[in-house]
C-alpha cells in the first residue's frame, strides 16, 4: 500500500491531485483542517492535511518509516491495515462486513468528489453520496464532513472558550471585536484592547479622609482571606509606613487567630479578637488614629446562609465600608459563580483574587468582572508575606487570553 500526505487549500485541490498521482481507486484515510498557529495567525487562510493510499507493492514498513513521528498517521496506518486484513477471504463476522462496507463507501465518496471536479460548474448537479446513513447532495458534502473553515468570529469565540472565558462571554467579546461585521486588521491587538477595557483599572487601597478606612474582607472558607489581609497589612504597614489595626472576627478557627496574631507580634500591629458584631463599635473607637483598619471575617460556605447575616451584622456598625470579597482562582466557573451569588447582598465591593501562582484558569478573573461589573483590586500570586501580593495587573490577564 502506498501511503501519501497531501496539504492543499481545499478538498477540490486535494481530488485533483490524489486522482493524478495516486489514481482513480485511491481512498482517502483521513482528512483535517490545519489552522493558522497563534491567535495573530488567526486570519490566514486555513489549508487541509489529507492522507491517501493506494494498493501497491509497497511494504507497510516503509509507511511507518515515513510517518513514525506523527502518532494520528501511525494511528491511521493501522486502522487501514486492519480493515484490510479483515477484508481477506476468511470467514467474516458483522464487523468484518462492516468495517469493508465503511473502505466503500470511502473509494466511493473519493471518486464522486473526483469526478465532479473534472465535471462542469452545473448548478443543477444532483449527485450524492450517503454519510452517516443520510443521502447529502455532493456540493453539500464537504459540510457534511466537517469541512467547512470555520469564520474568524467563531475561531475568536473558540480561542477565548478554550481559556476558559465562558460562551456568554465570549459571545459577547466576539461581537465588539467585530463590532462593524468586518475583522480588524489587526485581530490580536483589537482583542487585547477589549479586554483591557472590560477589565477595567484596577482598585488600589487610598485613604480618602481623616477617619481610618475600614476593610473587610469575605469570603468562602479556605480561600486564603487571613493570609491576604496579613500580607496586605505587611505592605501598608512596612513599605507605605501606615498606621494599621487588625481585628477579627473569624472565632470559628483557631488557627485563624493564632495565625494573626503571630503576624500582628512580628509587625508590631495592634489585633482585637471580637466575638460578637456588637462588640466592632468600641474596637473601631480604639483604633481611630490607625490610617488603615484591617478586620477578617469567618470564612463560610457559599451554599451556607449564615454568613449572610454575620457579614451583615458587622457592616451596619461602618458608614463607608471597603470590602474585598476573595476567591481562589483553584476555584472552577461553577462555584465561583455560586460564591458571586450569594455575595450579592453586599452594594458594594472589590474582587481580590488568590492563588495566581496555583491556577491555569485566568479566565476567571475575566468572567468574574464581567458578571459584576465590580472592580478588581489585589492578586496573591505565592505563601510569602508580604512580597506575594500585588495590585490586580490587567495586562497578565490579557496575556494570558488573548497572548499567542
Known amino acids: 500500500m502506498k501511503v501519501k500526505r497531501y496539504l492543499v487549500n481545499d478538498m477540490n485541490e486535494a481530488m485533483i491531485m490524489i ?36 494498493e501497491d507493492q509497497v511494504q507497510l514498513s516503509a509507511a511507518e518509516k515515513q510517518f513514525q513521528s506523527n502518532d494520528r498517521d501511525k494511528s491511521v496506518i493501522e486502522t487501514y491495515m486492519k480493515v484490510k486484513e479483515h477484508a ?13 462496507q465503511d473502505l466503500v463507501e470511502l473509494k466511493q465518496m473519493v471518486n464522486l468528489l473526483v469526478n465532479q471536479n473534472n465535471s462542469t460548474n452545473d ?6 453520496i450517503v454519510i452517516d446513513n443520510r443521502e447529502v447532495p455532493i456540493k453539500s458534502a464537504e459540510i457534511a464532513l466537517n469541512l467547512t473553515i470555520d469564520s474568524p468570529e467563531e475561531q475568536v469565540k473558540q480561542w477565548l ?16 471585536v467585530f463590532f462593524d461585521g468586518e475583522a480588524p486588521e489587526d485581530v490580536s491587538q483589537a482583542l487585547k484592547q477589549v479586554i483591557q477595557r ?39 504597614s512596612l513599605i507605605e509606613n501606615k498606621k494599621i489595626g487588625l481585628i477579627t472576627s473569624d ?4 488557627a485563624a487567630v493564632d495565625q494573626l496574631k503571630t503576624y500582628s507580634e512580628i509587625l508590631g500591629i ?13 474596637t473601631l473607637n480604639k483604633y481611630m488614629d490607625r490610617d488603615y483598619i484591617l478586620i477578617d471575617t469567618a470564612g463560610r460556605s457559599q451554599n451556607s446562609k449564615e454568613f449572610e447575616s454575620d457579614v451583615a451584622a458587622l457592616l451596619k456598625y461602618v458608614e463607608d465600608p471597603e470590602i474585598f470579597l476573595v476567591i481562589s482562582l ?26 495566581l501562582d496555583e491556577s491555569s484558569s485566568l479566565g476567571n478573573v475575566l468572567n468574574a468582572r464581567m458578571l459584576t461589573n465590580k472592580s478588581l483590586s489585589y492578586f496573591t500570586i505565592g505563601q510569602s508575606v508580604p512580597d506575594d501580593i500585588e495590585v490586580a495587573n490587567p495586562d497578565k490577564i490579557v496575556n494570558y487570553i488573548a497572548g499567542e
Not at 483599572?201 to 480618602?208: D, G
Open 19 to 54: 486522482k493524478n498521482e495516486l489514481g482513480k481507486d485511491a481512498i482517502i484515510l483521513s482528512s483535517r483542517k490545519v489552522k493558522p498557529s497563534g491567535i495573530l495567525g488567526i486570519f490566514g487562510k486555513s489549508k487541509f492535511e489529507v492522507l491517501a493510499a493506494i
Open 88 to 100: 481477506k477471504p476468511v470467514e467474516q463476522n458483522a464487523e468484518m462486513l462492516q468495517l469493508n
Open 123 to 128: 448548478e443543477s448537479l444532483t449527485s450524492s
Open 161 to 176: 472558550m478554550e481559556r476558559d472565558v465562558i460562551k456568554e462571554h465570549a459571545d459577547k467579546i466576539a461581537e465588539i
Open 198 to 236: 472590560l477589565l477595567g483599572k484596577p482598585y488600589v487601597i487610598e485613604k480618602t479622609s481623616a477617619k481610618p478606612k475600614v476593610c473587610f474582607f469575605v469570603g468562602p472558607t479556605g480561600v486564603g482571606k487571613t493570609t491576604t489581609l496579613a500580607k496586605l497589612a505587611a505592605k501598608l
Open 251 to 254: 472565632t470559628y478557627r483557631i
Open 270 to 282: 495592634p489585633l482585637t479578637v471580637i466575638y460578637e458584631a456588637d462588640e466592632l463599635p468600641m
Open 330 to 355: 483553584t476555584t472552577g466557573y461553577k462555584e465561583i459563580r455560586k460564591i458571586l451569588d450569594a455575595y450579592s447582598f453586599l452594594a458594594d465591593y472589590k474582587l481580590l483574587f488568590t492563588k
